[in-house]
């Protein structure tokens, strides 16, 4: 297994009782190879309500052929 990264830090959190960030983050594997996985979830620049934006990463495990 390969260690953790980190994608990006966001800035800030989410006040004051929002807490739905689960039904907004996916990973699927990419079918054109078999090997690379597309990730996408919400984060914050600041502190505050309503004002996430959207980070789309991808990664693949150096073993996957």
Do not use: H
């Amino acid at each position: 297994m390969e260690s953790e990264n980190i994608i990006f830090n966001g800035g800030g959190s989410q006040l004051p009782n929002l807490s739905r960030w689960g039904d907004y983050s996916s990973i699927s594997i990419d079918p054109v190879d078999d090997c690379t996985f597309w990730y996408t979830n919400e984060y914050l620049k600041s502190s505050g309500t309503f004002n996430w934006s959207t980070r789309i990463a991808s990664f693949k495990f150096p073993a996957c052929l």
